[in-house]
């Protein structure tokens, strides 16, 4: 069936780090894919998404590029900032089902 | 998301006790749905309703029941509610209409359960 498999964390990183939260997924068919981001306390806010094959979606210094021959959708920042930390959650959309990852929780330290 | 409401945010209750969690949206999204999270389960759904007179379950829809008396709300029961049902809730809503097929989930902030 469909599924996404994300990275384990926690993750730990220096301000000004270079982050890369890894995302693969198995689908059937084409889904579009997804990140989403939560802060303490709240709930879960889209953060990027892109519906096709080498779409590359962008937000905040976020990037994800659609990868089909891969199958992954990995996260990427340049530069962390201490506001950064968060759970970060990848997840697809196929037909009218939602996927999600388990989260990967991102701490960023001065 | 302010669109999506979810009420209350924190609830501390017995076990045995019938409780009901509320949600309502002002994003006129047709699709509505109930997550559950837990701590290294990620989410997963419980139930999600596709138009008011359509009700489906989830992966884990045992013990709870839901409601949808509007397009606008969808409201999730736990009959007698049970430690193992201590967990944070969500509700989420989506978009069916044309040219939305590729629409993300719109999430509320969520209530916390505590079942003593």
């Known amino acids: 069936g469909d599924s996404v498999t994300q990275m384990e964390g926690p993750v730990t990183l220096s301000e000004e780090a270079f982050l890369t939260i890894n995302c693969t997924y198995t689908a059937t068919g084409y889904p579009s894919l997804f990140w989403y981001v939560q802060y303490p306390g709240e709930g879960l806010q889209l953060l990027l998404k892109a519906t096709k094959a080498d779409d590359k979606g962008s937000n905040k210094g976020f990037e994800a590029t659609y990868r089909k021959e891969t199958t992954s959708f990995h996260l990427e920042k340049g530069s962390v900032q201490v506001s950064d930390s968060a759970v970060y959650f990848c997840a697809l959309r196929m037909g009218n089902q939602f996927y999600f990852g388990t989260g990967t929780s991102l701490t960023v330290i001065p | 998301d302010a669109d999506v409401t979810q009420t209350p945010r924190n609830r501390i209750t017995k076990t045995g006790k019938r409780i009901m969690l509320e949600c309502s949206q002002t994003?006129?999204?047709?699709?509505m749905y109930w997550y559950r999270q837990d701590p290294g389960l990620g989410l997963r759904l419980i139930y999600y309703s596709f138009d008011v007179k359509d009700i489906n379950k989830g992966e884990i829809s045992d013990g709870y029941s839901v409601s949808r008396q509007a397009q606008a709300k969808f409201s999730l029961s736990l009959e007698s509610a049970i430690p193992n049902q201590t967990a944070l809730y969500f509700c989420?809503?989506?978009?069916?209409?044309?040219?939305?097929?590729?629409?993300?989930?719109?999430f509320g902030n969520g209530t916390r359960l505590t079942v003593t």
């Open positions: 994003k006129g999204h047709d699709r």
């Open positions: 989420a809503t989506s978009d069916s209409r044309q040219g939305s097929y590729n629409s993300p989930l719109h």
